[in-house]
């Protein structure tokens, strides 16, 4: 009887490493990821005080005056997501785009602050290393959120402004004012990222998940294991208090796109109407049968309306 008892604990022992081991997933290095996912050494610069990863595509490929557009992704993202956009618009715009701090090859902020104000904070001092004292944003999802923040803060260094399904109203039942739960399956993503997990996560960001490449998702996987990136996305969602946008949002002077997918199951379309109450000059452009990443989904028919939008 004792041994018949010992088996089936061994086996059950054996059974939870054994999917422990497959699930484990630890960081790439650096040097692996630089190797694949750098175009240039130079595009990795010394922005308060962290390693930035920022490509400045448009300052060799537009006319020195060209005006400035500065590209802000989303959570989880990298610059990677905007590299057909910033093709097309550095034929007449200097494009900038940027890792922001614990994602894509930039290196973790060393101050531990992954707030909204921490990222106006780094994008402002990106374009002040580069000599920029005014551009064009445009931000998607969380991205949207630092680009509304930093029209609104200051205003005097956005020319236009470009949100496409931005992040900031509340989801009905959370209170403004109250910080985020991470839940534990997030905080388990520090030790555990199996590929196909992330996939399916990735999923419902496309209205069509037959559009989500191997390449796209690869990629995410990839950048998500840079170290230190995973302690910053699961800062980013413990940090975020909710405040009421609606103050901050009648303050943009600069006018502005709401582009959003029909689609979005992330973020939906439902949302447009709150900005479009709240900001001063705004106008809204659907994107029908798209979902939350149309620089993804589709790129080609995405952009037009911005590039009609961004004409002088």
Same mark, same amino acid.
């Given at each position: 009887?004792?041994?018949?008892?010992?088996?089936?604990?061994?086996?059950?022992?054996?059974?939870?490493?054994?999917?422990?081991?497959?699930?484990?997933?630890?960081?790439? !290095?650096?040097?692996?990821?630089?190797?694949?996912?750098?175009?240039?050494?130079?595009?990795?610069?010394?922005?308060?005080?962290?390693?930035?990863?920022?490509?400045?595509?448009?300052?060799?490929?537009?006319?020195?005056?060209?005006?400035?557009?500065?590209?802000?992704?989303?959570?989880? !993202? !990298?610059?990677?997501?905007?590299?057909?956009?910033?093709?097309?618009?550095?034929?007449?715009?200097?494009?900038?785009?940027?890792?922001?701090?614990? !994602?894509?090859?930039?290196?973790?902020?060393?101050? %531990?602050?992954?707030?909204?104000?921490?990222?106006?904070?780094?994008?402002?001092?990106?374009?002040?290393?580069?000599?920029?004292?005014?551009?064009?944003?445009? %931000?998607?999802?969380? %991205?949207?959120?630092?680009?509304?923040?930093?029209?609104?803060?200051?205003?005097?260094?956005?020319?236009?402004?470009?949100?496409?399904?931005?992040?900031?109203?509340?989801?009905?039942?959370?209170?403004?004012?109250?910080?985020?739960?991470?839940?534990?399956?997030?905080?388990?993503?520090?030790?555990?990222?199996?590929?196909?997990?992330?996939?399916?996560?990735?999923?419902?960001?496309?209205?069509?998940?037959?559009?989500?490449?191997?390449?796209?998702?690869?990629?995410?996987?990839?950048?998500?294991?840079?170290?230190?990136?995973?302690?910053?996305?699961?800062?980013?969602?413990?940090?975020?208090?909710?405040?009421?946008?609606?103050?901050?949002?009648?303050?943009?002077?600069?006018?502005?796109?709401?582009?959003?997918?029909?689609?979005?199951?992330?973020?939906?379309?439902?949302?447009?109407?709150?900005?479009?109450?709240?900001?001063?000059?705004?106008?809204?452009?659907?994107?029908?049968?798209?979902?939350?990443?149309?620089?993804?989904?589709?790129?080609?028919?995405?952009?037009?309306?911005?590039?009609?939008?961004?004409?002088?």
């Amino acid at each position: 009887m004792r041994a018949m008892t010992i088996i089936p604990l061994f086996l059950v022992l054996a059974i939870m490493v054994g999917v422990g081991l497959w699930l484990w997933t630890p960081d790439k !290095s650096r040097a692996d990821l630089e190797a694949r996912y750098l175009q240039s050494p130079d595009d990795l610069i010394e922005v308060a005080g962290i390693r930035l990863h920022v490509r400045d595509s448009g300052s060799r490929e537009a006319p020195p005056k060209a005006p400035v557009v500065i590209l802000i992704h989303g959570f989880g !993202s !990298s610059l990677h997501t905007w590299e057909s956009w910033a093709r097309e618009l550095s034929v007449d715009h200097r494009v900038i785009s940027l890792d922001l701090p614990g !994602s894509g090859l930039s290196d973790p902020d060393p101050t %531990g602050d992954y707030t909204v104000g921490r990222d106006v904070e780094i994008v402002r001092a990106v374009m002040d290393a580069m000599g920029i004292d005014r551009a064009s944003l445009i %931000g998607q999802s969380m %991205g949207g959120r630092i680009a509304w923040n930093l029209a609104a803060r200051d205003p005097g260094r956005v020319e236009k402004l470009v949100l496409i399904a931005p992040d900031g109203f509340a989801a009905p039942g959370v209170e403004y004012g109250r910080k985020a739960e991470v839940p534990l399956p997030m905080r388990l993503m520090r030790y555990a990222l199996p590929r196909v997990l992330l996939r399916m996560n990735l999923e419902p960001a496309f209205a069509d998940p037959a559009k989500m490449t191997d390449a796209y998702v690869t990629r995410y996987h990839d950048l998500m294991l840079a170290p230190g990136a995973r302690d910053a996305l699961i800062a980013r969602m413990e940090q975020d208090t909710r405040e009421d946008p609606v103050p901050l949002l009648r303050l943009i002077q600069a006018p502005t796109l709401l582009l959003w997918g029909t689609k979005d199951a992330m973020i939906p379309i439902a949302n447009a109407a709150d900005y479009l109450g709240a900001l001063p000059n705004a106008k809204l452009v659907r994107l029908d049968g798209i979902g939350h990443v149309p620089q993804e989904e589709a790129p080609a028919a995405a952009l037009e309306p911005i590039k009609a939008f961004l004409k002088p």
